[in-house]
C-alpha cells in the first residue's frame, strides 16, 4: 500500500462548529505532516510529527489542533475556524523526516461559512 | 529563511513543443531538490528528486531536472509536452531551517498544453 489517504474529501462548517479531519498511511512512514493550500499558492507547512510525537508547529492558531494516535494515523481538530481558514488541507507522509521525498494525500477541501 | 523561486507562473504549448520551468532557491548549503506536478482535480505526486550524484535526473513521464549547484538552480525540463501534461508544477526544496529540516514549496507553474 503506497498510499495516503485523507477523509473526507470535502467539509463545509461554521465558524462554532468542531470537526475533524483524518489522515492514514500503511507504508511504514515514521514522519507525518499537515499542510495548507489556499487556491493559486504552494502548499504551506503547518505541522511535523515524528515518531508519534509533535517535531514542528509552523505558529498555527490554536483552533488548529493535531494529533497522532498512533504511527498509522493522523488527525487534524477543528474548532471556531474563519472564513479565512477555507482551503485545501493536505497530509503527507515519508520515511523519516531528513532528505526524503513526502507522499501526498489527496487533501481535504475545507469551506468555513 | 530558505525561499523557493518559480519564474513561470503560467506556460502555454502546443503539443510537441519542448518544456523548460525554471526554479531557483535560496539555501547555500546542502539540500535536497524535488518537482511535485499537480494534474487537474488530482493530488500532489513526485516526478523526480535530487538527492546527491549525478546532477542531470531523469523523472517519469519524460520529464527530466539539471541540478547547477552554482546557480542555485533545479530547471525541469521535457522535449516534446503532451496534452497529458496539464498540470501545475511545484518546484520544493528540503533544506535546513530554523534548526530543524523544511520543505519549502515554489509557488508553482500552470502548464496549459494546446493540443
Known amino acids: 500500500d503506497t498510499e495516503v489517504t485523507q477523509t473526507p474529501k470535502h467539509l463545509v462548517m461554521g465558524m462554532t462548529n468542531k470537526k475533524s479531519l483524518k489522515c492514514e498511511q500503511h507504508?511504514?512512514?515514521?514522519?507525518m505532516y499537515w499542510y495548507k493550500q489556499k487556491a493559486k499558492k504552494p502548499p504551506e507547512l503547518m505541522f511535523v510529527?515524528?515518531?508519534?510525537?509533535?517535531?514542528i508547529n509552523e505558529s498555527v492558531p490554536s483552533r488548529f489542533s493535531p494529533e497522532c494516535p498512533n504511527s498509522s494515523l493522523l488527525n487534524l481538530h477543528l474548532h471556531a475556524l474563519q472564513p479565512e481558514d477555507s482551503a485545501l488541507y493536505l497530509c503527507?507522509?515519508?520515511?523519516?523526516?531528513?532528505?526524503?521525498?513526502?507522499?501526498f494525500g489527496p487533501g481535504t477541501r475545507l469551506t468555513v461559512l | 529563511a530558505q525561499s523557493v523561486s518559480q519564474h513561470n507562473h503560467h506556460v502555454i504549448l502546443s503539443e510537441a513543443a519542448s518544456l523548460e520551468l525554471g526554479c531557483n532557491y535560496s539555501?547555500?548549503?546542502?539540500?535536497?531538490l524535488f518537482w511535485y506536478v499537480q494534474y487537474p482535480g488530482q493530488h500532489l505526486q513526485l516526478l523526480l528528486k535530487?538527492?546527491?550524484?549525478?546532477?542531470l535526473v531523469k523523472g517519469i513521464k519524460g520529464f527530466e531536472a539539471e541540478f547547477i549547484k552554482s546557480k542555485f538552480s533545479f530547471n525541469l525540463r521535457k522535449p516534446s509536452v503532451q496534452w497529458s501534461d496539464t498540470a501545475e508544477y511545484f518546484c520544493?526544496?528540503?533544506?535546513?531551517?530554523?534548526?530543524?529540516?523544511?520543505?519549502?514549496f515554489g509557488i508553482g507553474t500552470k502548464l496549459q498544453v494546446i493540443p
Open positions: 503527507a507522509s515519508s520515511p523519516g523526516l531528513s532528505y526524503n521525498e513526502q507522499f
Open positions: 507504508m511504514g512512514h515514521r514522519a
Open positions: 510529527y515524528s515518531y508519534e510525537k509533535l517535531s
Open positions: 539555501y547555500g548549503g546542502t539540500v535536497n
Open positions: 535530487y538527492f546527491s550524484g549525478d546532477p
Open positions: 520544493a526544496v528540503n533544506a535546513p531551517s530554523g534548526g530543524y529540516q523544511k520543505v519549502t
